[in-house]
């Protein structure tokens, strides 16, 4: 999510980004005016709590200052009432406003207005048509769809043979690599977390309909292990000594892929759960680009 005071302090840079993002700007609208009536209401608050601390006495208060008191007591309470709403909203509004792009970043409405900056290599030509991942995989006896539906359903596969010893082969390739050779430490966290650890690395709300959540509970399955590692460090300040700090674990990754339709979604491109290396890595604001 945006940094909230950004989007309070300059509004106008905010708008003019997310105008540039095609992104709906009653949530900045529904931000600031929440906001502004929080913060209104809370000097309202504090100055009535002065009055009442002012008019209370030391000793046992005559009918008349106890009436008084008793007025105040029940206007705060009704306001702090009202606060507590109004912190919620701005939360919940703050939430849905996305990041600032960097000012390099081309704007367009799609993929197709993406700017190439360089390639690597060369494209290979082929005397003959590719075959998909997902046929090559089949005929080869690595990859099995139909009996991962028969378990499970759609988009699930089954590793069998050399695929799975490939698969294993190449988590611990990764691994290896990254906390041997590029100074990473490794973790093997829960793949289970809890809604607050989805808001920290904005998953939740916007990202709700793609978390499969484990029912009467406030768990679900992890889509990332970006949460995980990320949330290791959540309500924690970390001193500029610490930094850089490197993590990577090896889990499961579940989601649903609700918007997903059509084009992409044959194969491994799109499935409900998929194995992934993932890296994290905390550094001062001024490498984070690099």
């Known amino acids: 999510m945006i940094d909230p005071k950004l989007a309070r302090e300059t509004p106008t840079i905010v708008r003019d980004a997310l105008d540039a993002r095609h992104y709906p700007l009653h949530f900045l609208d529904s931000f600031i005016q929440a906001d502004s009536e929080w913060r209104s209401l809370l000097q309202e608050v504090e100055i009535l709590k002065q009055e009442r601390n002012t008019l209370t006495p030391k000793g046992k208060p005559d009918p008349e200052t106890l009436g008084k008191l008793k007025i105040l007591s029940d206007t705060i309470k009704i306001k702090q009432e009202r606060l507590q709403q109004l912190e919620f909203s701005v939360e919940q509004a703050a939430l849905l406003l996305p990041n600032i792009p960097s000012a390099d970043v081309p704007i367009g409405k799609s993929e197709d207005d993406n700017q190439i900056l360089r390639k690597e290599g060369t494209i290979p030509l082929f005397p003959f048509s590719p ?5 090559l995989g089949t005929e080869l006896n690595l990859m099995d769809f139909e009996s991962a539906a028969k378990i499970t359903g759609s988009r699930f596969v089954v590793y069998k043979g050399a695929g799975a010893k490939l698969e294993r ?34 998953q939740l709300p916007k990202f709700e309909d793609d978390l499969f959540k484990l029912s009467n ?11 995980q590692l990320t949330n290791l460090y959540r309500d924690s300040i970390i001193q500029e000594s610490q930094l850089p700090i490197c993590m ?3 889990t499961p990754c579940f989601r649903r892929e609700a918007g997903s ?25 001024e490498q984070s680009e690099a």
């Open 131 to 135: 075959k998909a991942h997902e046929v």
């Open 169 to 202: 082969a190449l988590i611990q390739f990764m691994l290896d690599v990254h906390t041997e050779e590029n100074g990473y430490t490794e973790y093997a966290p829960p793949v289970i977390v809890n809604s607050r650890s989805l808001q920290s690395t904005g």
């Open 217 to 227: 509970t406030d768990y679900f399955l992890s889509p990332t292990a970006e949460v």
């Open 248 to 250: 990577t674990a090896y």
């Open 261 to 285: 339709y059509g084009r992409d979604v044959s194969g491994l491109i799109r499935n409900h759960q998929f194995d992934k290396i993932e890296l994290v890595r905390i550094v001062h604001p």
